[in-house]
């Protein structure tokens, strides 16, 4: 197997799945003594090539194995580490944000519970206060490109055994992107 070839996470999952089912069954066939059962000389050449067959499928599906693994111990760990920091970093953010959005407005129904307490009408409030739908709307946007940003960085984080650092694109990580070695 090409020593450049990477192998995605279902390519994996797929391979260690053919290994347990075909690597028995060849296992199996490698085993049977065509003498012993008294098998016809067309009968022992169809178990001979079933089993090299199955031999065939189960060294193919080790090879990827074996490609993954390589890829995987290949793995930038810093960038996984820096990854995973801010993946968890993007909640606390997140929940800030949200917080400071319930701030704005109660800080608004406030002020204007406090004019309407000095008898100001609504017009005069509205001339005094702007509302809080800008400041609002503002912290909205940072949260979904917070959000998206985590989204990109799960990606990443479940790619094993690639971990595809071109995944973190557009992300606060992608200066520490060597943007060279992504395909």
Known sequence: M???????????????????????????????DVETLGLSAADAKTVAKAAKILGTTNSGAQAVIDQAN????????NLINLASSRFFYI??????LQSN????????DDRT???????FN??????????????IEALQKKIDALVGEKSKIEK??????MFDPGLLAGTSLSSQ?????VE
């Open 70 to 77: 390589s890829q995987f111990m290949k793995r930038d760990v």
């Open 101 to 108: 959005k319930f701030w704005a407005l109660k800080s608004f």
């Open 122 to 135: 609504q017009d005069e409030i509205n001339a005094i206060l702007s509302g809080p739908a800008p400041e």
């Open 2 to 32: 090409p020593e450049n070839l990477r192998i995605t996470k279902s390519e994996m999952i797929r391979a260690v799945e053919v290994k347990q089912t075909v690597g028995a069954a060849a296992d199996a066939l490698a085993k049977i």
């Open 156 to 161: 990443f984080l479940g790619d094993a055994p």
């Open 113 to 119: 519970e406090e004019l309407k307490k000095q008898r």
């Open 91 to 96: 909640d606390r953010s997140i929940e800030e």
């Open 177 to 181: 992107i060597n943007m060279s070695e």
